[in-house]
């Protein structure tokens, strides 16, 4: 059996190996995994309440309001800034909500990488999450 050289040796390893090929061949396969998820995204929704009620808001995965509903009799010229403050609360409750579902369905995929350089937030941080 030929021994390889030294030199041929050292470049099998830089080149990486099979390890290193199935590595890339799973990072590819994630990397699809997200971006399929984050299509999907775009069709769930979240609808939060606020005011008991009296606000609902519907929010997709990719945090865009898609509809507000206003119960009637808020609406009130001497009420202006409560229907404001709720309508604020609202939207954000709802890009939190929305946050976390993306955030959930991207969890499922990664499967908790979080010692991937800057973390998983850093991974993930073109998504706005």
Known sequence: ????????????????????????????????QMAEA???????????????????????GH???EAIDINPELIDPEEKEMLQDLLVAAVNQAIEQSQAMAAERMEGITG???????????LLGGLGM
Do not use: C, F, H, W
Request: charged share 15%; aromatic share 2%; glycine share 18%.
């Open 1 to 32: 059996m030929a021994k390889r050289s030294y030199k041929a040796q050292k470049r099998a390893k830089a080149a990486g190996g099979p390890k290193a090929g199935n590595m890339l061949a799973q990072m590819q396969q994630m990397q699809q």
């Open 38 to 60: 984050q299509d999907a995204l775009a069709d769930e929704t979240v609808t939060v309440t606020a005011g008991g009620g009296a606000i609902s808001i519907v929010i997709s």
């Open 112 to 122: 908790g990488l979080g010692g991937l350089g800057g973390g998983l937030d850093n």
């Open 63 to 65: 945090q865009r309001v």
